[in-house]
């Protein structure tokens, strides 16, 4: 019998195929693992408004690593079990010192959210692939600097997806110029990633398995990308799909097939329901 009892998924790249969409081999691995008494978990950066599809495709899902690790959520209870957001003043900071840059800005919580000019412009910034569930849940602002100081509530998380690497390259120095607490993390091809320090999936994880009493050791996490190793480090097994960053595929325990293969079923049956 497999000493596993949970297996976390990231979910771009990972759990779903380069359509950004869950194939029926996945769902059916979840709901199988669900059945033998396991907990899969959606470990991800995304936003709440951008999970209800994974809901309404495996309905027993139940827990939540979001917005990088900020937010970790009960589904069925729809309460928190842990946050760490980043506040009013200094998001504003953050806000601002993306806006030196032609950069799309994105604000993770319980919203997404983005300017409409943005939108109308994905490829620019290498997210085309998104603009099918941007349009479904993301909330579309004129300003986004306007529409926050209109309404300064505390954010899980700031994404600044650029034109390119040099730019990303400036912001994040900008950042780190200020001194700003907050843990940085490449995703996508051209984004910067911030939460608050000492977030990142695998704090989120701890949180989990403290409230679950679960051991990390017996924690099973799947990912691709940079800010998956946090996660990857601490699971008792590291899983890359074999499309993972040259890092994560050097860093992981074993390599299973890649996102449009089932890669994350494969997970499942091999290492999860081993011998059940």
Do not use: W
């Not at 190793?229 to 050097?250: H, P, Q, W, Y």
């Amino acid at each position: 019998m497999s000493k596993y009892k949970m297996i976390t998924f990231d979910i771009d790249g990972t759990l779903v195929d380069s359509k950004k969409e869950l194939s029926h081999g996945n769902i059916d691995a979840m709901n199988k693992a669900i059945d033998a008494g396991k907990e899969v978990v959606l470990c991800t950066g995304r936003s709440m408004a951008e999970l209800e599809m994974f809901f309404e495709l495996v309905p027993r899902l139940r827990y939540l690593v979001m917005a990088s690790g900020a937010i970790v959520y009960d589904y069925k209870e729809k309460s928190y079990i842990y946050s760490n957001e980043i506040q009013p003043d200094m998001y504003e900071e953050l806000i601002q010192i993306g806006k030196l840059e032609d950069c799309m800005i994105q604000f993770i919580g319980q919203t997404c959210e983005i300017e409409k000019d943005c939108f109308e412009h994905l490829d620019r910034y290498y997210m085309s692939q998104y603009k099918k569930s941007y349009d479904e849940v993301c909330l579309k602002q004129d300003d986004l600097l306007e529409s926050y100081r209109a309404n300064p509530i505390p954010m899980a998380k700031i994404n600044f997806y650029h034109t390119d690497v040099e730019g990303r390259d400036r912001t994040e120095n900008r950042i780190k110029e200020r001194n700003l607490p907050v843990n940085m993390v490449y995703a996508e091809k051209t984004s910067l990633e911030c939460c608050l320090a000492g977030t990142n999936k695998g704090t989120g994880l701890i949180k989990l398995c403290e409230h679950l009493g679960i051991t990390l050791e017996e924690v099973i996490s799947v990912g691709d990308s940079y800010n998956d190793i946090d996660v990857l480090k601490i699971s008792g097994l590291s899983v890359a799909v074999s499309n993972a960053r040259k890092e994560v595929l050097e860093l992981c325990d074993v390599t299973v097939a890649d996102n449009d293969h089932d890669g994350c079923a494969e997970a499942v049956y091999q290492y999860l329901l081993e011998n059940e």
